[in-house]
Each structure stands twice: as C-alpha cells, then as structure tokens.
C-alpha cells in the first residue's frame, strides 16, 4: 500500500504544510519524527482531525427530537457536557455512534468519522421532518483537532495563543479534549501555536494515527462504513462507556436495546487485540474495518471496527478493537485475522478493557 493522500479542505491544505513532514495512510495522518504509538506519557499532543466531522441539529425542539431518537438523554445534558451515544434504526443497529454536546440550549453537535457523516444525516433527517429542528453537516466550517494528555495548564497556554478555540471535555478522560476552530480561523490558530505555545517540551504536534490508538487503548469504536447497519450499541460496549440510558423513554430502536439488557445476554462484546507478529507489507498502516476474525479452527467469529499498524518500531504492531462472539472467546484465545490483499494469517492477542462490562460483573 502506498502513502495517499486524503482529500482536504481548503483550509486543511493550508494547514499541513506547517506541521511536521507527514504521510497520509488510510485517511490516518503520520508525522515521520513521530514515536511509538505506545511510548510513555511525554508532552500533550494536539492531533489535526482532517477525518473526522460533525452534524449539528439546532432549534428550538432540538433536544426533544434528539430524546427520541438518540440511545442517550439529550432533555437533561447540561450545556458543555458531552457524552457518548448512537443513533439506530427500529431494528436497534446502528446508522452511526459519535460524541453528543450539547453547545447550547437549542444547539447539539453529533462528532463522528467524516465517512459516516452523510449516512447518519440522511436517517436523522428521516424522523425531523416535523420538528422545529436544522440538521447539517458542518465538517467543512470546522477545523477539529485532539488534544491527548493535556492538563489546565496546556489548555490555559493554548487558549492564550487564539481565544477563538473552543475545548470539549471528553467523557471518562479528563486528559483529552476536542479543539474546535472555525475553518476561516484555522490556519491563525496553527500560525499562533507554532509561534508561541511550542516553545517548551509541554506540547508537540502528533498525527491522527495517535488519536485512533488512543480510542483504541480506551476501548472506543465509532461505526463505519463497512459496519453501518450491523451492530446493536451493547455490541460497542456503550452500555459501559454511558452511551445508552434505560430510564430516558422511547426512542428509535430502544425496545430491543432494552431487551438484550433486562431479558438477554450480550453474545458479541467489544474487545481490544493486538498483535506483534511481522507484517509482510511494511507499508501498510491499517487493516480493514470490518474484516472476520477467525478462531482457532478457522471459523469466523467476529469483525474488526477499529485498528492501527505502528510500523515506527522495527517489529510492527497492529492495534485494534474487535466485535467477537463471547462463546468464541470463552472457548480459546487462539484467534487471528487475515491482512487485506495477502494470503498472509497473522495472530492476535486480546488486550483488558479499561472498563468491566455487565456481564463481568
């Protein structure tokens, strides 16, 4: 595979040529000084987010069209709070999941993977038609940006370097934060912060490739794709990362969300793997989301949703999350998957979740 490009908007294409030397992999950004995705914690990073997007819906029965369609509680999320939660159809599987924020009273905005921007407008707008509600894509106005390991002091650095950045508070991880810019103020923000806020070891410029792993090590996965449609929010383990509420009300899909909590177990569940096995292709950066993995006797036993190749190491590292069936992992933890194009089968290994899951407990 080689090194692509991903296609930019304008203000991205301004942007990038005042970071480090980079390559596109995949849509994944990597700096060529970058180090290991799983180095010990160092400086904050600030990672450019070109991949990923964001629907707003705005007006005045905002939160209550959201109520009743959402898996989480949108009446009572205060302002400037953001949670996790996902859209579904009646069937209870997923258009998209995302970061939910309330902006303000009237406004929301739904974060996600820019791929899957487009699929989850079209089914919110199926179920707006008469709600005092606007739903858009705003990906083009905006500039996202992660901000990993930051502390008080890295954000007060960073808002004295341009007061038009706005910071979002991730949920269950204090140390991570959107950074949200206006498209037109993007490339001031870049200027400003290569001239003053890196004039210490405090902070550093990272690649997207850093913010996937991230999610990864925190056992979150956002719907693709290639996995539009298939998988029910338990399979995503939103149930444990507070991305659903079973005491809000109806909403779109909600009846056999409930099910599968009050009156059936879970029998997919989302789990961390990785592997060190040599990669053949030293180029390849990724694997495909959506791809089976296998058990020890070459049955099919679930998909990957989320992964990353670290090939700065001589020994190459994949990280990923996977839906797995429970009864297959309960059976043996001999598990593999194949690489894309290639004949090649390479191990894997399960990883802890960060989080216990219901059925754990």
């Not at 819906?57 to 109520?67: H, M, S, V, Y």
């Not at 003053?196 to 990272?206: I, K, R, Y």
């Not at 992964?307 to 593999?336: H, M, P, R, W």
């Amino acid at each position: 595979m080689q090194a692509v490009a991903l296609s930019l908007d304008p203000h991205w294409q301004a942007i990038f040529p005042l970071l480090p030397s980079y390559q596109f992999f995949d849509q994944l950004s990597w700096f060529d000084d970058q180090t290991a995705l799983n180095s010990p914690a160092g400086p904050a990073l600030i990672c450019p987010l070109p991949h990923w997007g964001c629907i707003a819906i705005d007006g005045p029965e905002a939160a209550t069209f959201l109520q009743g369609q959402l898996t989480n509680d949108t009446v009572n999320l205060a302002s400037d709070e953001t949670v996790l939660a996902a859209h579904c159809d009646p069937k209870g599987r997923m258009h998209a999941n995302f970061y939910l924020h309330r902006r303000s009273e009237q406004c929301f905005y739904l974060f996600m993977p820019r791929a899957t921007v487009t699929t989850a407008l079209s089914a919110l707008k199926k179920y707006a038609v008469f709600s005092k509600a606007e739903l858009s894509d705003i990906s083009h106005s905006l500039a996202q940006f992660a901000l990993i390991n930051g502390t008080e002091t890295t954000l007060t650095k960073l808002l004295a370097a341009d007061e038009s950045a706005s910071f979002i508070s991730l949920p269950a991880n204090h140390d991570q934060h959107l950074i949200l810019v206006e498209s037109a103020q993007a490339l001031d923000f870049v200027n400003q912060l290569n001239a003053t806020a890196f004039d210490s070891e405090m902070l550093s410029w990272a690649g997207s490739s850093q913010w996937e792993y991230h999610l990864i090590q925190q056992g979150i996965a956002f719907i693709k794709p290639t996995t539009v449609g298939e998988l029910i929010p338990q399979m995503l383990n939103l149930d444990a990362l507070a991305g659903i509420s079973f005491t809000k009300g109806c909403y779109t899909g909600q009846e056999i969300i409930a099910r599968m909590k009050y009156r059936g177990k879970v029998k997919r569940r989302c789990y961390p793997f990785l592997s060190r096995q040599a990669i053949s292709d030293p180029l390849l950066q990724t694997l495909p989301i959506g791809g089976e993995i296998f058990d020890q006797q070459g049955k099919s036993c679930g998909l990957i949703v989320s992964a990353v190749i670290d090939n700065t190491c001589q020994d190459s590292t994949a990280y990923g999350l996977a839906v797995l069936k429970v009864s297959a992992i309960e059976k043996s933890s001999n598990l593999s998957l194949s690489l894309p194009d290639s004949d090649q089968r390479i191990d894997i290994q399960l990883s802890h979740l960060p989080y216990s899951l219901d059925d754990e407990e």
